[in-house]
């Protein structure tokens, strides 16, 4: 049998590497002729590494530390270069000529590795059919994913007014890297991720102990999540309906506790300080596990929360009720990472030390079921679905009720803030959506030692720009004006 070489690997190399945007074969590549080698190319570990959370240091969520913080990791003065550019909300380029871009290189290494196992794993010599069309079918959701993801950071978000030209991004789809690919409207992009998810779900597993396998649940549950973007509530309601029916499990909170002078392992059960936060493999709510990118995958101690992100924690929150996502995550005026204890008077740093899942989870299909019925449906049900949550979330938690229309909307939208502040690009994609429902207009404030930085959550500088290394090889690519 033919070496196989790990593919994502390669394409991660040679896209960085590579002379003309996605110009020349990687030498030595060989398409895999079993079923096998398809199955070990969507198992490769690479893969898992999928989700950028540096744009959260453009959002409203978080708050730097001094020039030269007492919590080093946090100091301004310390901040990469691009993570200064969006801290400080600078027009033009986020990353330095000739510069790695983070996540657009990796997230189109993943495509080329999908198209892969799209285009080649039903001519496969052996194995069953059905077993073909599921290992085609997952990668079908991968790719959906991967583009899902990049036309929310790189391009406007949708808006079915403008969405047949506003500039997506390129659509590969093939594993021909030597054609140049057109940036395709919001729209086509839109409709290839619909187009993935739905030929996939027939082919897709029900069960699986793999947290990595994409599941039916997950099929349904990106689907809501698309629809949500698109505001099709309907639709998302009823994906997100049908994702909960296959798994609607739900973490208790309230059994974990934190314990000093430990980073990894910090959180752990109440009732033994060895049973640590569940990793992605072993938790129940992952439908399906990703993990931040290999390179600025977390934020662990890098920012502090802002005053706007504590008082949302501070909403909705009865006298004797306790937030256990505040009280797990973050460390209030003090911290203690090993022998030595960090003092930082009056702020909360964001301390989980846990690799949160940034694939898709049950919460989220609460948060999107909850927010279509706040929308189109019923509040009682959105309560429901919210208090659900807030069980499980919130120590002595008392049931919220009677609320009107708008309120359950704004209490939906600070539940998925809460839920979600600094994982994955949630809360960026948040902010423009929202900005152009007109749900949440604001102005986005930062600050370094009382220099105030402000920006509109509507400004062009929340679509991220392509990259100067990218757009060096590939100089005709249209831009957004930032």
């Not at 969520?61 to 001094?66: K, Q, R, Y």
């Not at 504590?310 to 909705?316: D, I, L, V």
């Not at 505040?326 to 740093?349: K, M």
């Not at 989220?364 to 189109?376: D, F, G, P, T, V």
């Amino acid at each position: 049998m033919k070496k196989i070489f790990s593919i994502a690997l390669v394409a991660s190399i040679f896209l960085s590497s590579c002379n003309s945007y996605l110009d020349v074969k990687p030498k030595g590549f060989t398409i895999p002729e079993l079923l096998n080698d398809y199955q070990l190319l969507l198992n490769d570990q690479g893969l898992i590494r999928a989700s950028p959370v540096f744009s959260n240091y453009i959002t409203d969520n978080i708050l730097s530390g001094t020039r030269v913080d007492v919590n080093r990791s946090a100091s301004f003065d310390y901040y990469s270069t691009f993570q200064k550019r969006l801290y400080t909300f600078e027009h033009g380029p986020i990353f330095e000529d000739g510069q790695y871009e983070i996540y657009w290189e990796t997230a189109y290494s993943h495509i080329f590795t999908f198209n892969v196992i799209i285009n080649n794993v039903l001519a496969a010599k052996d194995g069953k059919e059905s077993e073909k069309k599921r290992v085609w079918a997952e990668a079908k959701v991968g790719r959906a994913f991967e583009y899902l993801s990049l036309v929310n950071i790189y391009s406007k978000h949708y808006d079915a007014a403008t969405a047949d030209t506003d500039l997506g991004v390129p659509l590969v789809l093939t594993e021909d890297i030597t054609k140049t690919y057109e940036r395709v409207s919001v729209a086509k992009i839109y409709e290839l991720v619909r187009q993935d998810l739905e030929d996939a779900l027939p082919h897709l597993a029900t069960h699986s102990n793999n947290k990595y396998q994409a599941l039916k649940s997950v099929g349904y549950g990106f689907l809501s999540r698309m629809a949500l973007y698109q505001g099709d509530f309907k639709a998302a309601l009823e994906n997100a309906t049908e994702a909960l029916k296959l798994n609607d499990y739900l973490e208790d909170y309230n059994l974990y506790t934190t314990k000093e002078k430990s980073t990894w392992g910090r959180v752990h059960l109440k009732t033994d300080v060895d049973e640590e936060f569940p990793e992605i493999r072993d938790n129940n709510e992952v439908l399906w596990g990703r993990m931040g990118t290999a390179s600025n995958g977390s934020l662990n101690t890098e920012v502090y929360a802002s005053n706007d992100l504590m008082e949302t924690y501070k909403r909705n929150l009865d006298a004797h009720a306790k937030d256990m996502r505040y009280e797990l995550f973050f460390c209030r005026d003090s911290a203690s990472f090993g022998a030595n204890v960090i003092r930082f008077p009056g702020r909360v740093l964001w301390a989980p030390w846990i690799d949160f899942n940034t694939g898709f989870g049950t919460p989220e299909l609460y948060l999107i079921a909850a927010e279509a019925e706040a929308r189109i449906g019923s509040t009682a049900e959105a309560l429901r679905l919210i208090n659900t949550l807030r069980d499980k979330r919130i120590e002595n938690n008392k049931p919220i009720t009677g609320l009107n229309k708008d309120q359950t909307l704004q209490l939906v939208l600070d539940e998925r803030n809460r839920e979600m502040p600094l994982t994955a690009s949630t809360r960026l994609i948040d902010l423009k959506r929202l900005h152009l429902t007109g749900d949440l207009t604001k102005d986005i404030v930062h600050y370094v030692e009382g220099e105030e930085f402000r920006m509109s959550s509507g400004d062009a500088r929340m679509i991220f720009p392509v990259a100067p290394k990218a757009l060096d090889i590939n100089p005709t690519m249209p831009q957004y004006k930032r």
